[in-house]
């Protein structure tokens, strides 16, 4: 070989081994760049190249390199660039999100801090960029179409879900996990040595230990194994683990409540009202009892006794009980169980108004005219004594259907109980005619035994519900109002007034129903005479449902601004202090006023004053959104495993829903949802009608609507998507 050849070749190493070095030094800019924007995310002010250096532990050799790429991200205004010292540029083309993954794949991010009536961004699936449902996101903004921006995602700031609840597919010694959440489009890979022996079919945890990419699902080891994903038990606890809910209480918590002692003396500042005749009135299966009423008759009217739970004597504001409180925010109710935001020896116990017990309550007194109208409260810390616990059906029997029994045995408590559905049947009057909304749309009871759901029904609703609720109304109306006029902070219950244009699709779909509309101002009367049109006739649940998507959602605020569905000026709650953490805050606040202090009162667990008010406001919102949430979750999982060896029988059920590729139904006696392809209808060709909610048959002409009562047959059941369908029957199937 020559020595020119050989200079060809060393030439072309060379220059090989350049484009390597070259090629090696531009796949690791990402990588470098995501660390530059994990460090910059985190600072509150700008900082300098050499303190990224540092964090990101480069040489001062390749500083240089370093230099560059932030210059290039200052100039793609990902950074700002301030003197010598660089910050994340967040702004209108780069913003600090978090990702709403739906089950199609795709996604919107909502911005920190975002306004009000701001749209989310939409993030097509190919722009995720690896981000799953939940994450913090670095969300670039691409651009504007159809009245909302879009964008990509450049970085995944921080993980939501780290750990999920899944299916285990095995496959040989590994396997995979399918996710119980639909919201998470992907698999997780299970290497043989991280299965811990879990069988195929199995309902498991699993650990995230690698999150893929784009190419590469996520992989991840077992770390709990559930069971049998059909038992309802499993289910349950899916459920739980999928919201990260707080199923058991620290132990510095539990031994803060057992040191709690009872108290059953009257102090100089509480009121000994144990004379006066309370009762409560609650479900059958109730355990906490934080309400108790009792209604006299005067020359001039009523008196109302509105006895509450005083948990605000035994949890202190910043306690341990009180930091657990306020983390939950709320108990939550599920068919097998209850997590209380209390621990058990407070919520069952020392706070419970059990009867014949002498316990502390907050009181509130409030008088009536003999037409219902309030004209005077007055609030007190008492103790109380309940004389007797009602459940709902037999004040219903006692009062409402006149049971000879039980009026002979409760003889000694009728008058005070007739006092009480007098005055309420003249608050309910009241509240009518102003307008407040009184939606029927019936909740689903789900009985579950040894791993089984053996019954779903209709829970049951009748006057004595009703009695109740007037009660509770009243009593936090008036603190609402008391508290407001005074200038206290509180935590208002504020429901804003509807979206236009919802209702304004709401009074299309009346029309296309023949339903008669009101021709007044959309005020809280109208849409309460609308409800009152509908009321027993085929078109209640549908019309009660669509009007009910129409309202915001109601939610807890530092101002007072509100509550159109109650057309109620004032309300806050304050009548389930064992249960709620708002209404502990107006306890709180409450007793801080009848003490007359001034200046910021203590009423959340850290801190006080306005501002910690708005975030506890946000905080404890989405707190109830949660619980509503995993609640209405159990109810699909229970209405699957329910439903699944039924295939084949038949339903009444109501077209709640209409679209082009089928219809919605809800079974009329269960309560339960689901759907109906139309790939399945197969008498007729059908035609959507979208401006008048309905399917036509081409060749039949058979039309299906919106509120329409059909025959159903079920046809699949699937466990993982809780998803149940149905079909049209036929005169074959009858």
């Known amino acids: 070989m020559t020595r020119k050849n050989n200079h060809r070749l060393r030439n072309k190493s060379a220059a ?262 309370h009762v409560t009135i609650d479900g059958a299966d109730a355990r906490d009892f934080d309400d108790a009423i009792a209604v006299e008759q005067t020359a001039t009217g009523f008196t109302l006794y509105v006895s509450i739970a005083d948990v605000s004597h035994y949890v202190k504001p910043g306690s341990a009980i009180d930091q657990e409180a306020y983390a939950r925010g709320t108990s939550v109710y599920l068919p097998d169980r209850v997590l209380p935001m209390l621990p058990e020896r407070l919520s069952n116990n020392l706070c419970s108004l059990v009867p014949e017990k002498p316990r502390p309550a907050f009181t509130a007194i409030l008088r009536f005219d003999k037409t219902g109208h309030r004209i005077d409260e007055q609030y007190t810390k008492s103790l109380i004594k309940s004389r007797r616990r009602f459940t709902y059906s037999t004040i219903y029997q006692l009062l409402y259907q006149q049971d000879q029994l039980l009026l002979q045995q409760h003889a000694d408590l009728l008058p005070m109980l007739e006092n009480a559905k007098t005055l309420t049947t003249l608050l309910a009057g009241q509240r009518a005619r102003r307008g407040s909304l009184g939606f029927n749309i019936p909740e689903p009871s789900i009985q579950v035994a040894q791993g089984k759901v053996t019954t779903i029904t209709l829970s049951e609703r009748n006057q004595a519900h009703m009695l109740i609720e007037e009660c509770m109304l009243a009593a936090n109306e008036a603190v609402a109002e008391t508290l407001a006029t005074h200038g206290r902070q509180a935590l208002f219950r504020i429901h804003e007034n509807p979206d236009p244009a919802k209702v304004e699709s709401f009074v299309d779909v009346c029309k296309a129903l023949a339903v008669i509309i009101p021709t007044t101002a959309k005020t809280p009367a109208w849409f309460a005479e609308v409800i009152a049109t509908t009321a027993g006739t085929p078109r209640e649940y549908v019309i009660n449902n669509l009007l009910l998507r129409t309202m915001q959602q109601a939610r807890y605020a530092a101002e007072n601004t509100g509550h159109f569905g109650l057309a109620a000026e004032y309300y806050l709650h304050f009548t389930s202090p064992i249960r709620r953490y708002p209404d502990l805050i107006a306890h709180r606040a409450l007793h801080a006023l009848l003490r007359r202090e001034t200046g910021d009162t203590r009423l959340l667990p850290q801190s006080s004053g306005y501002n910690a008010l708005v975030e506890a406001g946000k905080n404890l919102s989405g707190c109830e959104r949660k619980a509503i949430t995993v609640e209405r979750n159990v109810h699909a999982r229970l209405a699957a495993v329910y439903m699944r060896d039924k295939v084949g029988e038949q339903y009444p059920a109501v077209i709640s829903g209409v679209t082009s590729f089928g219809l919605f139904v809800e079974l009329q006696k269960e309560y339960i949802s689901g759907a109906i392809p139309v790939q399945t209808m197969k008498d007729d060709y059908y035609l959507h009608d979208a401006k008048r909610h309905r399917l036509i048959g081409e060749r039949t002409n058979r039309i299906l609507q919106l509120g329409d009562t059909v025959e159903v047959t079920l046809d699949h059941v699937d466990i993982l998507s809780k998803r149940i369908t149905f079909s049209l029957a036929t005169a074959e199937d009858n």
Do not use: W
Not at 128 to 155: K, M, W, Y
């Open 16 to 277: 090989r081994k350049n484009h390597r070095k070259s090629r090696s030094t531009d796949s690791s800019m990402p990588l470098i760049e995501q660390k530059v924007t994990n460090i910059l995310v985190n600072q509150k002010k700008p900082i300098s190249l050499s303190d990224i250096a540092a964090a990101i532990h480069l040489s001062r050799k390749e500083r240089p390199r370093l230099a560059k790429l932030l210059e290039e991200m200052t100039t793609k205004k990902k950074l700002q660039k301030k003197g010598k010292r660089f910050c994340l540029a967040f702004g209108k083309d780069l913003v600090r999100a978090k990702l709403d993954l739906t089950a199609k794949g795709f996604g919107f991010a909502t911005v920190e801090n975002q306004a009000p009536k701001e749209k989310d961004i939409f993030i097509a699936a190919r722009d995720l960029n690896g981000a799953s449902h939940g994450d913090t996101i670095l969300v670039a903004i691409t651009h504007f179409a159809r009245g909302r921006r879009e964008g990509r995602v450049i970085q995944v700031l921080s993980r939501a879900i780290t750990s999920l609840c899944g299916i285990f597919n095995a496959s040989g010694t590994s396997g995979y996990v399918t996710p119980d959440n639909d919201r998470l489009p992907y698999t997780v890979l299970i290497g043989k040595d991280n299965t811990s022996n879990a069988e195929d079919g199995m309902a498991v945890v699993v650990e995230i230990i690698d999150y893929g990419n784009e190419r590469q699902s996520p992989q991840g080891k077992i770390t709990q194994i559930l069971g049998d994903p059909y038992n309802t038990e499993v289910q349950i606890r899916m459920a739980i683990l999928e919201a990260k809910l707080r199923d058991h209480f620290p132990d510095a918590v539990t031994a803060q409540a057992e040191k709690l002692q009872p108290l059953t003396t009257c102090s100089d500042d509480r009121q000994d009202l144990q004379h006066i005749p």
